[in-house]
């Protein structure tokens, strides 16, 4: 079955069309952005021709020549399956994001870290592309624009109050914490967010941040006891270990020595915020996933710092993957023991986005059978995915930040 891939290779059948399916994906390093500075020089030169001599155009090598980028995701340091691009058939209808005030262009940022993911797909106009030596090609970013369209989407007739507070499911995976402050203006369905790291990073929206310890090496967790007494200070009233540790690509532990790190991490906060145990991956092979789960509890012992579990998922759209996807969470939640499920990723890497994330949804919000279900996230607040383009909601994102 489709779902016993671990489909973290998220955006290649979506993006690039062809179902392909890796059993893993990689959270890169963050980079700095490349500024670059293109001379054009163009040539006008007038020919002759006589009448039926003219060539048979060929396409050109530029024409024809797929542009591709990695698109930035979580963390410094981590990355994830590519979120799915919207098929043509999903995607027509572009519904604004409204914002207060007009459009007003800026310079490029100075350079922020970002993290890059392994998948690519095309772009969805030519722009340039600055390959990071090591590291996936990063879509060099154009000027930005600071406050997104002001014309009133018939999706916000008008604006709702921001919905602040933990008791929400629904929340934001995100990079640009410019995006999340855009889509809380306009929407009241969202009281969280979190970018796999243990600092906002800027967020200013009105909505919750929840510090994750992406893994316990000093890259990561330097700064993490300082960061998570910030966030709880701050109203979080949890804490994300670490991410897919049963994913050679993400944090990449064995039960016992995540286990061990998780303890000297965590041991600290037990009183002061609830504790998840790292994110698991959907994968059905032995020793990862639930499986990893299980043996993760059992290493962890009687004293264990965990208050419920986090899962990710990918896989088929349409209903009949929403109901796999929810088959899953019913498993997980039989795993973890605890009544306590957060689902950070999911999303569906084929078939009809729009009805997977509208059933999906609706079934989590409303179905008390989920109540187990705490808090999710689909993967993720970003072009490509939940945006069109940084002003306008995907078509699934739109249902996402309405329904």
Known sequence: MFSKYIVPALAAANLLGVAEAANHHRHLHKRDYIATEVEIV???????????????????AASSAKSVLAEAHPYKGEGAPAAAAPSPATTTPVVPVVAPSPPVVEQAP?????????????????????????????????PIVSKVSSAVSS??????????????KRGLAYNDPKLVSNICSN??????AYNWGSQSDGLDAPVTFYPTLWGPQPVHSQGWAENAKKAIANGAD?????NECDNGGQCNMDPASAAAAHKSFMKPFVG????????????????????????????????????????????????EGAEEFLGHLRNVNTACGKNNVWVTEFAATSGDT??????????????????????????????????????ALSTFGNIYATQ
């Open 42 to 60: 163009t040539d006008i030169v007038t020919v002759y021709v006589t009448e039926g001599d003219l060539p048979t155009p060929t396409p050109s």
């Open 110 to 142: 100075a350079p922020q870290p970002t993290t890059m993911i392994t998948a690519t797909k095309a772009a969805p106009s030519p722009e340039p592309v600055v390959s990071i030596p090591t590291q996936a090609a990063v879509q060099a970013p154009a």
């Open 155 to 168: 999706a916000y007739p008008t604006a709702p109050a921001p919905s602040t507070g933990k008791g929400g």
């Open 187 to 192: 929407s009241n369905k969202f009281t969280w």
């Open 238 to 242: 949890t804490l994300l270990s670490f």
């Open 272 to 319: 002061q915020a609830k504790i998840l145990a790292p994110s698991i991956t959907s994968s059905q092979d032995k020793g990862a996933g639930i499986d990893w789960l299980n043996s993760f509890k059992q290493a962890c012992g009687s004293d264990c710092p965990m208050d419920g579990c986090n899962a990710h998922w990918y896989g088929p759209g349409g209903e």
């Open 354 to 391: 729009d009805k997977f994330v509208q059933h999906a949804i609706k079934q989590l919000d409303t179905n008390a059978t989920y109540n187990f279900v705490e808090k999710y996230s689909y993967f993720y607040l970003a072009t490509g995915s939940l945006m069109q383009s940084t002003n």
